[in-house]
């Protein structure tokens, strides 16, 4: 993995609905090595590489991070918010977020009636600073989106930042882009709204209208303390699913993406999410039903300020797509 690439990725602010900067970060480094690309209306960005086969695979991975959106100024200035995608009120507490326009603030609580562990998002808001409401609405209004501000911590193999989910998986489709070889048409596709509803991932399938589909997500593990009971660990291989609340991965996909592990000697984890969606099951349900699976990257503290993967995993995803897209027979 090109670690530039990676950090580039992963720092581009882009909350869902507002992806835009992260499409031009991704849209940078994946522009020679397309023969198209373009965003479509709901700013799916989609790059092309022509194949010989008539036969299409799509490889979708979403670009919106969680976040907060002003939903009103107090007269001292303090910003009050509502969630963007499947934030938790108590793990948004005591951290630094920053807008589009670099405006730098930091979150906090009502704190007269309520424990810590009591509060719900109605409680939350963010203090930038100002003392008025006037003063608050000269940096940022009432719709603007916040996303928390993280450095990127290197311990060894194992990195953590705040946008692992689902950046890291743009940066494993953005990557092997460079070297991809397929006889077939081949659409990488960087969805946005996955974290609101999986919606912009099922119209850019429909107007692609793929023979496969390999969504890249990241997936929950269960190698730490006293952990939800999970077969997945860091530094075990990339997973392919078999189901979440979304989708239940027809055999033939897995098979397929398993067979192509095998003849490359990636070692690959299976993986059951108890809960939670990806977009792997916006896309099945489009048209008449699109064959679609998903290759997961593990990772800890999902919907945290520091999701955490292993970089092996990251290495050997890269490779596994490039091995799904060399194999001539699609499930």
Not at 167 to 185: F, L
């Amino acid at each position: 993995m090109d670690m530039q690439l990676m950090q580039d990725i992963v720092n581009a602010y882009g909350p869902s609905g507002r992806e835009q900067t992260a499409s031009d970060v991704i849209r940078g480094y994946i522009a020679p090595y397309c023969d198209e690309l373009y965003n479509d209306v709901l700013g799916n960005l989609i790059a092309v590489k022509k194949g010989t086969s008539g036969k299409k695979i799509m490889f979708s991975a979403h670009m919106d991070q969680i976040g907060l959106i002003v939903l009103d100024i107090d007269d001292k200035g303090f910003l009050y918010v509502a969630p963007v995608g499947g934030v938790s009120p108590l793990l948004s507490v005591a951290h630094e977020v920053m807008f589009q326009n670099k405006t730098r603030g930091v979150v906090s609580y009502e704190n007269k009636h309520k424990k810590l562990t009591e509060i719900s998002m109605m409680e939350v808001f963010i203090d930038i600073g100002a003392a008025t409401r006037e003063e608050a609405e000269e940096k940022v209004q009432i719709g603007d989106m916040a996303v928390f501000v993280s450095n990127f911590v290197y311990m060894g193999k194992r990195v953590a930042h705040r946008t692992q989910d689902d950046r890291i998986a743009c940066a494993i489709v953005a990557e092997a882009m460079k070297t991809m070889k397929s006889d077939h048409d081949i659409y990488a596709v960087f969805t946005v709204q996955e974290e609101v509803g999986t919606r912009g991932a099922g119209p850019a399938a429909y107007v692609i209208e793929p023979d496969l589909n390999i969504s890249l997500d990241v997936c929950s593990v269960g190698d730490t303390p006293e952990s939800v009971r999970e077969h997945v660990k860091l530094g075990c291989g990339p997973t392919v699913k078999a189901k979440d609340n979304s989708v239940i991965v027809p055999m033939s996909v897995r098979t397929f993406i398993k067979n192509a592990a095998k003849k490359h000697e990636i070692n690959v984890q299976d993986e059951v999410l108890r809960a939670g969606g990806t977009d792997t099951g916006a896309i099945q349900r489009t048209r008449g039903g699109i064959l679609s699976g998903c290759i997961s990257i593990p990772c800890r503290y999902i919907h945290t300020p520091v999701e955490t993967v292993d970089m092996d995993d990251v290495d050997a995803a890269v490779k596994l797509v490039l091995a799904c897209a060399e194999e001539k027979e699609l499930p």
